[in-house]
Nanobody, 127 residues
Framework: QVQLVESGGGSVQAGGSLRLSCSASGFTFTDYYMYWVRQAPGKGVECISAISPGGGSTYAADSVKGRFTISRDNVKNTLYLQMNSLKSEDTAMYYC????????????????????WGQGTQVTVSS
Protein backbone atom coordinates (compact mmCIF):
# COMPACT_ATOMS: atom_id res chain seq x y z
CA GLN A 1 0.00 0.00 0.00
CA VAL A 2 1.49 3.31 -1.10
CA GLN A 3 1.68 5.69 1.83
CA LEU A 4 3.14 9.15 2.48
CA VAL A 5 3.02 10.49 6.03
CA GLU A 6 4.04 14.07 6.77
CA SER A 7 5.20 15.34 10.16
CA GLY A 8 6.97 18.31 11.70
CA GLY A 9 4.37 20.99 11.28
CA GLY A 10 3.43 23.39 14.04
CA SER A 11 3.19 27.00 15.07
CA VAL A 12 6.15 29.36 14.82
CA GLN A 13 6.76 33.08 14.83
CA ALA A 14 7.73 34.95 11.71
CA GLY A 15 11.44 34.63 11.04
CA GLY A 16 11.59 31.21 12.63
CA SER A 17 12.32 27.78 11.17
CA LEU A 18 10.69 24.39 10.87
CA ARG A 19 11.69 21.11 9.25
CA LEU A 20 9.01 18.95 7.72
CA SER A 21 9.45 15.23 7.10
CA CYS A 22 7.60 12.85 4.83
CA SER A 23 7.96 9.12 5.42
CA ALA A 24 7.30 6.97 2.35
CA SER A 25 6.33 3.32 2.17
CA GLY A 26 4.74 0.84 -0.22
CA PHE A 27 6.74 1.82 -3.29
CA THR A 28 10.33 2.05 -4.51
CA PHE A 29 11.23 5.47 -3.16
CA THR A 30 14.32 5.81 -5.34
CA ASP A 31 12.24 5.54 -8.53
CA TYR A 32 10.20 8.63 -7.78
CA TYR A 33 10.45 12.38 -7.99
CA MET A 34 9.19 13.90 -4.76
CA TYR A 35 7.29 17.15 -4.31
CA TRP A 36 6.22 19.50 -1.53
CA VAL A 37 2.85 21.14 -2.09
CA ARG A 38 0.92 23.58 0.10
CA GLN A 39 -2.53 25.07 0.34
CA ALA A 40 -3.19 28.20 2.33
CA PRO A 41 -6.65 28.93 3.75
CA GLY A 42 -8.96 30.09 0.99
CA LYS A 43 -6.28 29.78 -1.68
CA GLY A 44 -5.34 27.32 -4.38
CA VAL A 45 -2.80 24.54 -4.26
CA GLU A 46 0.82 25.58 -4.84
CA CYS A 47 3.70 23.22 -5.54
CA ILE A 48 6.73 24.81 -3.96
CA SER A 49 9.57 22.34 -4.48
CA ALA A 50 10.67 19.11 -6.12
CA ILE A 51 13.66 16.78 -5.99
CA SER A 52 14.96 14.14 -8.37
CA PRO A 53 15.05 10.45 -7.41
CA GLY A 54 18.76 10.53 -6.62
CA GLY A 55 18.56 13.89 -4.89
CA GLY A 56 21.00 15.56 -7.23
CA SER A 57 18.54 18.04 -8.72
CA THR A 58 16.14 20.30 -6.88
CA TYR A 59 13.55 22.81 -8.00
CA ALA A 60 11.89 25.62 -6.07
CA ALA A 61 9.11 28.09 -6.68
CA ASP A 62 10.04 31.75 -6.54
CA SER A 63 7.89 32.17 -3.42
CA VAL A 64 10.25 29.99 -1.37
CA LYS A 65 13.55 30.17 -3.26
CA GLY A 66 16.42 30.99 -0.92
CA ARG A 67 14.36 30.20 2.19
CA PHE A 68 13.21 26.58 1.83
CA THR A 69 15.43 23.58 1.04
CA ILE A 70 14.19 20.20 -0.12
CA SER A 71 16.23 17.07 0.50
CA ARG A 72 15.77 13.33 0.76
CA ASP A 73 17.34 10.34 2.50
CA ASN A 74 16.99 7.33 0.22
CA VAL A 75 18.14 4.95 2.94
CA LYS A 76 15.40 6.09 5.31
CA ASN A 77 12.82 6.60 2.51
CA THR A 78 12.19 10.07 3.85
CA LEU A 79 11.71 13.46 2.24
CA TYR A 80 12.47 16.70 4.06
CA LEU A 81 11.68 20.39 3.75
CA GLN A 82 13.82 22.78 5.76
CA MET A 83 11.94 26.07 6.08
CA ASN A 84 13.81 29.16 7.23
CA SER A 85 12.85 32.83 7.50
CA LEU A 86 9.21 31.88 7.69
CA LYS A 87 6.59 34.48 6.85
CA SER A 88 2.91 34.72 7.74
CA GLU A 89 2.07 33.99 4.09
CA ASP A 90 3.74 30.57 4.51
CA THR A 91 0.83 29.52 6.73
CA ALA A 92 -0.73 26.52 4.99
CA MET A 93 -1.30 22.81 5.01
CA TYR A 94 1.82 21.17 3.59
CA TYR A 95 1.68 17.92 1.63
CA CYS A 96 4.28 15.68 0.08
CA UNK A 97 3.61 13.94 -3.20
CA UNK A 98 5.35 11.44 -5.46
CA UNK A 99 5.45 10.61 -9.15
CA UNK A 100 7.73 8.77 -11.57
CA UNK A 101 7.76 11.84 -13.81
CA UNK A 102 9.28 15.27 -13.32
CA UNK A 103 6.29 17.54 -13.67
CA UNK A 104 6.35 21.33 -13.98
CA UNK A 105 5.66 22.69 -10.52
CA UNK A 106 2.63 24.60 -11.81
CA UNK A 107 1.00 21.28 -12.80
CA UNK A 108 1.44 19.61 -9.42
CA UNK A 109 -1.89 20.89 -8.09
CA UNK A 110 -4.23 17.95 -8.64
CA UNK A 111 -3.65 14.99 -6.37
CA UNK A 112 -5.34 12.71 -8.88
CA UNK A 113 -2.53 13.37 -11.38
CA UNK A 114 0.20 12.06 -9.12
CA UNK A 115 1.04 8.55 -7.99
CA UNK A 116 0.84 9.39 -4.29
CA TRP A 117 -0.13 12.30 -2.06
CA GLY A 118 0.05 12.52 1.72
CA GLN A 119 -2.52 13.71 4.26
CA GLY A 120 -0.66 16.88 5.16
CA THR A 121 0.81 18.69 8.16
CA GLN A 122 -0.26 22.18 9.25
CA VAL A 123 2.21 25.06 9.44
CA THR A 124 1.10 28.28 11.11
CA VAL A 125 3.33 31.34 11.12
CA SER A 126 2.36 34.24 13.34
CA SER A 127 3.61 37.76 12.75
Amino acid sequence: QVQLVESGGGSVQAGGSLRLSCSASGFTFTDYYMYWVRQAPGKGVECISAISPGGGSTYAADSVKGRFTISRDNVKNTLYLQMNSLKSEDTAMYYCAADRLLLPLRLVVDRNRLAAWGQGTQVTVSS
